[in-house]
């Protein structure tokens, strides 16, 4: 059976306040200011894993989204592409990036695999990937780019000739036999069906073996409930920290499912939960790792003096 990874994001400078595990402000998303002075408290949002939201962040990714492949310091992310890459252990192998956005990850994948496929549902980001990686498609012939914009798209689950199930009817791009798929903030939707098809379609990806690997990055529920409380107890817009208003929202229908707001609807999740969702779609949770990152992406909208002295206040 094939192993998943799940990654989430931790910073280790809140271990001394008693939270340690905890997430920056949406996870996959960088929040500027602008955004929550242009958009009321408790407004409606985008969903989180929508088409429309992407293909309207395509416009401003590089400024408004975390980029996992930038600030991966402590190298979790890396260490764990490497025992992908070791695990498959054969000359030619496949990673598949599902939800590639603008190919972040495309170089990194491209080092240990021989062969790399993207798949994403916006065409503007595949657009921006291809502009961004010209480069690298152009040298390494062996890197493809796909369209996949129903990942999401509802299962018949049938059995094929050999007897096993399968996701019918078949997307683009999914039934690859990958060697690793990653997936990396893309199980963000706030719609429980939505994420467990994309999470059956990347289950197909894989090659049939315990030798393949589905490595997920999801946002904490853990994590964002520990920052939006110290956020609260430093005083909300008053601490110094800046005003992010979402922090503030109390909505218990949506937070008793983790569903929190941080510009978009986004859905968290706790390690049981992420577990159970991969479980759901026959696959192994093999574990459960975070990934360190700077406090300037929890509150970016003060200095990293302030931040300091709020925090060890």
């Not at 997430?23 to 998303?29: H, N, V, Y």
Request: glycine letters at 8%; one cysteine or more.
């Amino acid at each position: 059976m094939p192993a998943v990874g799940l990654l989430t994001c931790s910073d280790t400078s809140l271990e001394h306040l008693g939270l340690g595990y905890v997430t920056l402000l949406g996870s996959a998303r960088r929040a500027p200011s602008c955004f929550f002075e242009s958009i009321p408290a408790g407004a409606g949002r985008p969903d989180a894993g929508s088409l429309s939201y992407w293909q309207k962040e395509s416009e401003s990714y590089d400024h408004d989204i975390f980029q996992s492949n930038k600030h991966d310091d402590a190298g979790v992310i890396r260490k764990e592409l490497d025992m992908a890459a070791r695990l498959a252990g054969k000359s030619k192998t496949l990673a598949v990036d599902a939800g590639c956005g603008p190919g972040k990850w495309l170089k990194d994948l491209a080092s240990r695999f021989s062969h790399v496929i993207g798949v994403d549902q916006s065409p503007k980001l595949l657009n921006k990937a291809r502009k961004d990686n010209r480069g690298l498609l152009k040298s390494n012939r062996n890197i493809k780019l796909r369209s996949a914009a129903d990942l999401a798209r509802p299962c018949q689950h049938k059995k094929g000739p050999d007897g096993k199930e399968f996701c019918s009817p078949s997307v683009t791009g999914t039934r690859e036999a990958a060697d690793l798929v990653i997936s990396f903030n893309v199980l963000l939707s706030p719609d429980k069906k939505h994420r467990a098809n994309i999470l059956r379609r990347e289950a197909e990806m894989l090659r049939p073996s315990p030798k393949s690997t589905l490595l997920l990055l999801v946002p904490s529920a853990e994590s964002y409930l520990g920052v939006r409380e110290l956020y609260r107890e430093k005083g909300g817009a008053e601490s110094g920290l800046g005003s992010y208003d979402d922090y503030l929202v109390h909505n218990p229908q949506d937070e008793a499912k983790h569903v929190f707001l941080t510009y978009a609807r986004t859905q968290y999740y706790t390690k049981e939960e992420a577990c159970h969702a991969v479980e759901a779609a026959g696959l192994k949770c093999e574990k459960v790792l975070t990934v360190p990152y700077d406090w300037k992406f929890v509150f970016p909208e003060t200095s990293e003096y302030a931040r300091r002295q709020v925090l060890e206040d």
